[in-house]
């Protein structure tokens, strides 16, 4: 046997060998593929062609319809601009259409759609558009009417918008036609999917400092972006219609035949297609378990830290009735991780820290998971133990005691493994999950730290498995109900019996950002979300700042390295102050659907309410803000070589060179407490909820505590420092334009009247200084402008990402 008859048994493709004047052999054209594929493809190496024969159109012209599915085979290592390898884009519906000598490439439009009788389906797709992205030459068309094109024109256009993604940190990025081509070498075709991948360049002469500092040309951009056709899924599966309290991702349908009075909307929770062999028996084994392969790129340890923390999911499957139906194995070395066949957790590298994240590939009619794929992303392990070892130092590192900051990064991996996941099954956040327990890996967990006297214990860090309400969603999404019930009504009964058990679920539309209302809906918190939790956290804070030094670097590292290391254990409580925040002015409220159990909304009592702020006043205190003179000046260490964008923005700004300025450190700190009490959107429910309820705090109420127990105390230079970015916040929230006007008015009073306090106060210089200052709306402008840097930058949060 030949190579090329072993390449063809082995891809189920027609490779053609062609002459030097550009002939086809018109024998091996005739030839058909050894095995069945999805469609016959032929593969003209020299020209670049991609020959895919089409089945005869049907009465409307359609030869065809396929999920059309991309990735990114190699991506750009950027934060900020997210093109990551093994990224997927959109899912589409694609249509073959044959246009007299064309044949057109559509992306079919279901979200809108009527399952009445024929004309009422024609007649809601016809009333959408429909995309029309490729018109492909008919290269032949056989005796029996099936149509032969040549793909590859198609193949090489942006269709997973890289230049917008490109455009949205510089600009004038376009894709360059003739700087990109299919690969014909990367063609393989199988019975239910065809793979091929084509090299996209994109080019612009002002590239900007981000892809610029990463490509070798920032000027021109290449990407291999590979493509996915694929049999539409066979019928049997059963879609399961979304739950506001299922914890699960949808995909919403328009269908204009529902009965009148019925919402025309329809959610589909997204999930595998998974099947008992024995339909009847209360546990069973299936016909194809749902199997994710990590990336063989990983690196040990990791790669088996994640095949540990992945594998946990079978857990929840098997509590739901399936036997071994979920598995974690490494990606086999002959596998490709963006061919559509293979669950993928993809390990990538950027230049500097950011998000990881789960999905794939869905079927848009039903929300049918064809590939689950996740991205995650390496430098967020080596941020964790930059964190760790700011805590507990760097002694223990590799040796697996219960302070061994490595032991604990690789416990974390576990979990974010599991988590993204978790999002490729279908499964959303759920940030309440934290303050039941450690319920959930869907939430973003912070690590749970004790304290034994005066040390640091790591032990108990993360979770080591499932929780609660990950189970409860597996058996919601996934479980199948006794034979003869309603898998609906089934599926609704799970999720009333979970509310009334007290389960807990909110998630990102109501707590990723801040300024929001539910407490106990947060991230990177542990525990109840309450103001002791706060308060262990600045406990935690103190004793890991009153042991900062040199012992949290390994010997031989530059001393300037502390500056980073310092900024996470510093700003170590920015998250459980936003977590108390969402307290003040705060509704308790559920996702609650008519007639079930959930209580109905209540506000935060006034009790709840003072107790959160008495203790975020706390973290304005000069005991909390003040940096040690001592600490000050080690971290004044001179540092040279190349900029690491790793370093530089995990630092704060210095007094010149590399002197440490420990009143940008109080700054800074106060910030982040003045954001989170000064939100518009907080003020304006302290104004409603003060005037629905006189007993509860209003926004003068936390003027007045601010003014009186901050602003008033300003006899040294870290208090002044504290007291004038509290002046300036309330000023800023003022004059921001998501604040109410009556809000305005009561913080411009507030304002007025200290303006007029300093002014008289004759003895004081920074008093006077201070009334001059409000008392003038340009120096006001200036300092309140961070585009001066009159404001000193808060570094980027989220510890674990960012």
Not at 313 to 333: C, H, K, M, S, T
């Amino acid at each position: 046997m030949t190579t090329i008859d072993r390449l063809r048994r082995a891809l189920g493709v027609s490779l053609l060998v062609t002459a030097g004047t550009g002939a086809v052999d018109a024998a091996a054209q005739q030839r058909a593929p050894v095995a069945p594929t999805l469609l016959p493809v032929t593969v003209e190496r020299e020209s670049g062609k991609v020959l895919v024969t089409l089945p005869r159109p049907d009465a409307d012209g359609v030869s065809g319809r396929f999920l059309y599915a991309t990735a990114l085979k190699t991506g750009l290592g950027s934060a900020p601009i997210r093109i990551d390898r093994g990224m997927v884009g959109e899912t589409q519906l694609l249509a073959f259409r044959r246009l007299g000598k064309k044949v057109a490439v559509v992306f079919e439009n279901p979200r809108y759609r009527s399952s009445g009788d024929a004309l009422a389906r024609r007649g809601a797709s016809a009333d959408f558009p429909f995309s029309t992205v490729a018109m492909l030459d008919v290269a032949s068309t056989a005796a029996d009417g099936a149509v032969t094109i040549d793909l590859a024109p198609f193949l090489v256009r942006d269709t997973m918008r890289l230049a917008d993604r490109l455009n949205a940190e510089a600009k004038g990025f376009k894709l360059i036609d003739a700087l990109s081509a299919v690969d014909p070498g990367s063609v393989k075709a199988f019975p239910d999917n065809i793979e091929v991948e084509a090299v996209q360049t994109y080019g612009s002469d002002t590239p900007g400092k981000e892809v610029d500092t990463i490509a070798p040309d920032g000027r021109q951009v290449s990407f291999t972006v590979h493509h996915s056709l694929v049999r539409l899924p066979a019928p049997g599966f059963v879609p399961r219609k979304f739950d506001i309290r299922s914890g699960t991702f949808a995909t919403p349908v328009y269908e204009f035949n529902t009965p009148l009075g019925a919402p025309v909307l329809q959610q589909y929770a997204n999930h595998f297609r998974i099947e008992k062999l024995d339909p009847g028996a209360a546990r069973s084994r299936v016909r194809k378990p749902i199997v994710f392969y990590i990336d063989n790129k990983a690196p040990e340890p990791i790669r088996t830290a994640l095949i540990e923390g992945v594998a946990w999911w079978n857990q929840a499957f098997d509590a739901a009735g399936y036997i071994d139906a979920f598995q974690a194995r490494v990606l086999p070395a002959d596998a490709d991780p963006q061919d559509v066949r293979y669950n993928v957790v993809n390990w990538n590298e950027r230049q500097t820290r950011s998000w990881s994240y789960g999905g794939g590939v869905t079927d848009p009619r039903t929300g049918e998971i064809i590939k689950g794929n996740v991205v995650l992303e390496g430098l967020r392990l080596r941020q964790d133990i930059v964190i760790f070892e700011a805590l507990v130092g760097t002694a223990d590192e590799n040796k697996g005691t219960a302070n061994d900051p490595v032991r604990v990064a690789l416990a974390r991996i576990r979990q974010l493994g599991a988590h993204e996941v978790g999002h490729a099954l279908g499964f959303s956040h759920n940030f309440a999950a934290s303050t039941q327990g450690r319920a959930s890996v869907m939430d973003y967990p912070f690590a749970k730290i004790a304290l034994n006297g005066e040390m640091i214990d790591l032990s108990d860090a993360y979770a080591t498995g499932i929780g609660t309400w990950d189970k409860f969603t597996v058996d919601w999404l996934y479980g199948q109900p006794a034979a003869g019930t309603d898998p609906e009504v089934a599926a609704a009964a799970k999720a009333d019996a979970a509310q009334r058990a007290g389960m807990r679920y909110l998630t990102d539309i109501d707590g990723r950002d801040a300024s929001l209302a539910v407490p106990g809906d947060s991230m990177w918190t542990e525990g109840d979300d309450k103001p002791a939790d706060l308060a262990h956290v600045m406990a935690v804070r103190r004793v890991a700042l009153a042991r900062f030094g040199p012992g949290v670097l390994h010997a031989g590292a530059p001393l300037a390295d502390l500056r980073r290391s310092f900024v996470p254990v510093w700003l170590f409580h920015r998250y459980a102050v936003a977590a108390i925040g969402k307290t003040l002015g705060g509704v308790h409220y559920s996702y609650a659907t008519v007639g079930d159990s959930a209580p109905p909304p209540t506000r935060a009592s006034a009790a709840e309410q003072t107790e959160a702020l008495d203790a975020l006043l706390a973290t304005l205190s000069p005991a909390a803000l003040t940096v040690p003179p001592a600490l000050a000046l080690t971290l004044s260490a001179g540092i040279n070589g190349n900029a690491d964008p790793q370093f530089d923005t995990e630092v704060l700004d210095t007094a010149g060179g590399a002197v440490f300025d420990p009143l940008v450190a109080t700054d800074v700190a106060a910030q982040v407490t003045l954001e989170t009490l000064l939100a518009p959107s907080r003020l304006t429910r302290l104004h409603l909820q003060h005037a629905a309820d006189a007993a509860l705090p209003g926004v003068e109420t936390l003027v007045d505590r601010l003014v009186r127990e901050v602003v008033m105390r300003h006899d040294a230079a870290v208090t002044q420092r504290i007291a004038l970015r509290t002046v300036l916040a309330i000023a800023a929230a003022a004059r921001a334009p998501a604040t109410g006007p009556d809000v305005a008015l009561r913080l411009d009073a507030a304002l007025d009247g200290l303006r007029e306090r300093f002014a008289r106060d004759n003895g004081d210089a920074w008093a006077r200084g201070v009334a001059r200052l409000l008392g003038d709306s340009a120096s006001l402008d200036r300092a309140l402008a961070p585009a001066k840097r009159a404001v000193p930058a808060i570094p980027p949060g989220m510890p674990i990402g960012g």
